[in-house]
């Protein structure tokens, strides 16, 4: 399994990104695909994660209302879109894969994709 993330930036407090995760080697019916992030100093965290198979969605509590994560069966990509961004979203991001639903560490994740650094001033 390949995942490769992109679409981090800079922007403004109260913004909007978009982060993209390219995912290929197999087929992902059966897989959960995640986001996390890592903010200088602090441990990888959850932040959103969707069920291939029938787009089931978990979310940590601190961007629930903000954040929605997506998938495209077609190509296959999964999307996070974030928005009314805060200086405290600033962090890595990337994008992982499991094959277990309701999870949340980063050690039950099995594939990772390079990440993505995302920067919200202030």
């Known amino acids: 399994v390949q995942l490769q993330a992109s679409g981090g930036g800079l922007v403004q407090a109260g913004g909007s990104l978009r982060l993209s995760c390219a995912a290929s080697?197999?087929?992902?019916?059966?897989?959960?695909m995640g986001w996390f992030r890592q903010a200088p100093g602090k441990e990888r965290e959850f932040v959103a994660a969707?069920?291939?198979?029938?787009?089931?969605?978990d979310y940590a509590e601190s961007v629930k209302v903000r954040f929605t994560i997506s998938r495209d069966n077609t190509k296959p990509m999964v999307y996070l879109q974030m928005n009314s961004l805060k200086p405290e979203d600033t962090a890595v991001y990337y994008c992982?894969?499991?094959?277990?639903?309701?999870?949340?560490?980063?050690?039950?994740?099995?594939?990772w994709g390079q990440g993505t650094q995302v920067t919200v001033s202030s």
């Open positions: 969707i069920r291939w198979s029938d787009g089931s969605r």
């Open positions: 992982a894969a499991t094959t277990s639903w309701g999870v949340r560490r980063s050690g039950e994740y099995n594939y």
């Open positions: 080697g197999r087929t992902f019916s059966s897989y959960v």
